[in-house]
T-cell receptor
Framework: AQSVTQLGSHVSVSEGALVLLRCNYS??????LFWYVQYPNQGLQLLLK??????LVKGINGFEAEFKKSETSFHLTKPSAHMSDAAEYFC????????????FGSGTRLQVQP | NAGVTQTPKFRVLKTGQSMTLLCAQD?????MYWYRQDPGMGLRLIHY???????AKGEVPDGYNVSRLKKQNFLLGLESAAPSQTSVYFC??????????????FGQGTRLTVV
């Protein structure tokens, strides 16, 4: 069964600092990986996704993630945090076939300090 | 551009009561899902549907039933609510085209409290 693990349930950074949110996956086949963001009292919105090919994936709002097969990781980064980045971030892996459902990590809440 | 719409947005139930959550999508998506979100646990799949008239169990289906009589609608029912079903419920939909990396679109969520 596929799974993802997010290290750190809460991350706090200063405005302008680097954002690094960690995600490790477990999959017996090459995975489809996603990062979603949830702003307070809202649904989830896709930040970026990895399928195959380029290992560095660029997403919306200046976020990017690097797929490292040797480390089974898909960490999310942003060079300079903005106050508006404060939200909860979820890493997820998708079934490759059949139901195509997402399996989510437990989430990381990002706090941005002024 | 409605996308995925969930009703109601909030609800308080007494233990043993029943209710139905409605999800509607206007993107002509084949796949629809119900997840529940609990603190520290991410989102977990309750039930899903790969097309009109078909439903299947996810990882946490106990205490819930679903129906998909129309392609655009996916209903989640609680026959006898329990406090353990206090949660935020999200509906999502995705297209069947391409491979399994298509984006899932989420509703705004329904916050359910069972007292």
């Amino acid at each position: 069964a596929q799974s993802v693990t997010q290290l750190g349930s809460h991350v706090s950074v200063s405005e302008g600092a680097l954002v690094l949110l960690r995600c490790n996956y477990s999959s017996s086949v090459p995975p489809y990986l996603f990062w979603y963001v949830q702003y307070p009292n809202q649904g989830l919105q896709l930040l970026l996704k990895y399928t195959t090919g380029a290992t560095l994936v660029k997403g919306i709002n200046g976020f990017e993630a690097e797929f490292k097969k040797s480390e089974t990781s898909f960490h999310l980064t942003k060079p300079s945090a903005h106050m508006s980045d404060a939200a909860e971030y979820f890493c997820a892996v998708s079934d490759r076939a059949g139901r195509r459902a997402l399996t989510f990590g437990s989430g990381t809440r990002l706090q941005v300090q002024p | 551009n409605a996308g995925v719409t969930q009703t109601p947005k909030f609800r308080v139930l007494k233990t043993g009561q029943s209710m139905t959550l409605l999800c509607a999508q206007d993107m002509n998506h084949e796949y629809m899902y119900w997840y529940r979100q609990d603190p520290g646990m991410g989102l977990r799949l309750i039930h899903y549907s790969v097309g009109e008239g078909t439903t299947a169990k996810g990882e946490v289906p106990d205490g819930y039933n679903v129906s998909r009589l129309k392609k655009q609608n996916f209903l989640l029912g609680l026959e006898s609510a329990a406090p353990s079903q206090t949660s935020v419920y999200f509906c999502a939909s995705s297209s069947a085209s391409g491979v399994g990396n298509t984006e899932a679109f989420f509703g705004q969520g329904t916050r359910l409290t069972v007292v």
